[in-house]
């Protein structure tokens, strides 16, 4: 049973547009959102996250939105850079998980390719 | 060091041997996980330490799985009787507060 989904395993935009990847999840009680970027043979990085009392967050070029009643979150990119080719996971944690309370959950990434 | 430390790299074995994955985690940082990636899968939850509580073992997928903290620093995640689908990228990650700091990963390949 997968928590979190993201079913596009790849996209490719062109540099300088924007660039959109989606991500859902299925338990409610998930409160808090991140997104992680990862390079080949790295570990991935953390990039941004969203309080589900927040609707949108960002942060210089990147942007999430999440819309609670879809369960739903996305990660804009704009504008899209060549460097910004890599994958991104989308993640999710519980409230009140005790001591666990950052046992995240990961979806299975997204390969982004920026074209020149 | 400033980032989480694995080792190895890369570690392929035979199926049936027992192999040990190290992290050495951010200086300071209490928190220390374990996830794993398979190919084509995303990031699964193993185990993780919180200073000097009981681990929290609830995503190793066998008994042939363990890991271990010393002094509240390194961890040694241990698999006996290596199968091919425990084939994967073993993730450490750190925290202290804030978000999860990953190393590079051990890509382990049972034969």
């Known amino acids: 049973d997968q928590q979190v989904k993201q079913n596009s395993p790849s996209l490719s935009v062109q540099e300088g547009r924007i660039s959109i990847l989606n991500c859902d999840y299925t338990?409610?009680?998930?409160?808090?959102f991140l997104w992680y970027k990862k390079y080949p043979a790295e570990g991935p990085t953390f990039l941004i996250s969203?309080?589900?009392?927040?609707d949108k967050n960002e942060d210089g070029r990147f942007t999430v939105f999440l819309n609670k009643s879809a369960k739903h979150l996305s990660l804009h990119i704009v504008p899209s850079q060549p460097g910004d080719s890599a994958v991104y996971f989308c993640?999710?944690?519980?409230?009140?998980?005790?001591?666990?309370?950052?046992?995240?959950?990961f979806g299975k990434g997204t390969l982004l390719t920026v074209n020149p | 060091g400033a980032g989480v430390s694995q080792s190895p790299s890369n570690k392929v074995t035979e199926k049936g041997k027992d192999v040990e994955l190290r992290c050495d985690p951010i200086?300071?940082?209490?928190?220390l996980y374990w996830y794993r990636q398979s190919l084509g899968q995303g990031l699964e939850f193993l185990i993780y330490?919180?200073?000097?509580?009981?681990?929290?073992k609830s995503g190793l997928p066998s008994d042939r799985f363990s890991a271990e903290r010393t002094g509240g620093s390194v961890s040694t995640l241990t698999i006996q009787r290596t199968q091919q689908e425990d084939s994967a990228v073993y993730l450490c990650?750190?925290?202290?507060?804030?978000?999860?700091?990953f190393g590079e990963g051990s890509r382990l390949t049972v034969l």
């Open positions: 330490f919180q200073g000097n509580s009981a681990p929290d």
């Open positions: 969203i309080s589900s009392i927040k």
């Open positions: 993640a999710a944690r519980r409230g009140n998980s005790g001591g666990s309370n950052y046992k995240l959950t």
């Open positions: 338990n409610s009680m998930f409160d808090y």
């Open positions: 990650a750190s925290r202290h507060p804030g978000e999860l700091f």
């Open positions: 200086s300071g940082h209490t928190a």
